[in-house]
């Protein structure tokens, strides 16, 4: 049963451009949220954090909105650059769940053309 | 090494026999998890060690899965009798308190 989704399997935004990418989950007990960032025959590479308690986190060109009512959250890269093309996988967890263990979406393949 | 580090990067075996796949997490982590990526899939969680506290084993998908971790550092998951269907990229993870997990580069296991 996937509690996180990511329904867009890939996304293709020009050089410069917003990149944003979606995720959706279904348990209300989630209060944490991350994205990572993954290159081909790496592990994930963490990027950028939100909790329950909050409705935007901001670092550098990356944000991360959180709406709860919605159970949505979403990743705006601005500008995007060759470099961000990458798997981008949302991922939420729970206190006192599995010592915070992830759960994971299916991930989104963004690709930044010059 | 500063991050977490897994052995072999690669594991071809076939069908039936055992495998050990390896995890050094990063030094003073007291939590360790494991998670396998299926092709076309998201991360699947495994298991999770937290200190000295016995593993929390919720998300081995079979019997024929199992883990330790000994002194609280390095960490072996083993696959007995492996499947076809256990190919896929077993990741582990490492966190310190209450901060964010930290993977290493995975092992990519084949099972013929």
């Known amino acids: 049963d996937q509690q996180v ?17 979606n995720c959706d989950y279904t348990n209300s007990m989630f209060d944490y949220f991350l994205w990572y960032k993954k290159y081909p025959a790496e592990g994930p590479t963490f990027l950028i954090s939100i909790s329950s308690i909050k409705d935007k986190n901001e670092d550098g060109r990356f944000t991360v909105f ?20 990458a798997v981008y996988f949302c991922a939420a967890s729970a206190s006192g769940n599995s ?4 759960n994971f979406g299916k991930g989104t393949s963004l690709l930044v053309t010059p | 090494g500063a991050g977490v580090s897994q052995s072999p990067s690669n594991k071809v075996t076939e069908k039936g026999k055992d495998v050990e796949l390896r995890c050094d997490p990063i030094s003073g982590h007291t939590a360790l998890y494991w998670y396998r990526q299926s092709l076309g899939q998201g991360l699947e969680f495994l298991i999770y060690f937290q200190g000295n506290s ?5 998300g081995l998908p079979s019997d024929r899965f199992s883990a330790e971790r000994t002194g609280g550092s390095v960490s072996t998951l083993t696959i007995q009798r492996t499947q076809q269907e256990d190919s896929a990229v077993y990741l582990c993870a490492s966190r310190l308190g209450v901060d964010t997990q930290y993977f290493g580069p995975g092992t990519r296991l084949t099972v013929l």
């Open chain 1, 5 to 21: 989704k990511q329904n867009s399997p890939s996304l293709s935004v020009q050089e410069g451009r917003i990149s944003i990418l």
């Open chain 1, 66 to 85: 959180l709406n709860k009512s919605a159970k949505h959250l979403s990743l705006h890269i601005v500008p995007s650059q060759p470099g961000d093309s």
């Open chain 1, 99 to 102: 010592g915070y263990a992830l």
């Open chain 2, 54 to 58: 016995a593993p929390d084993k919720s």
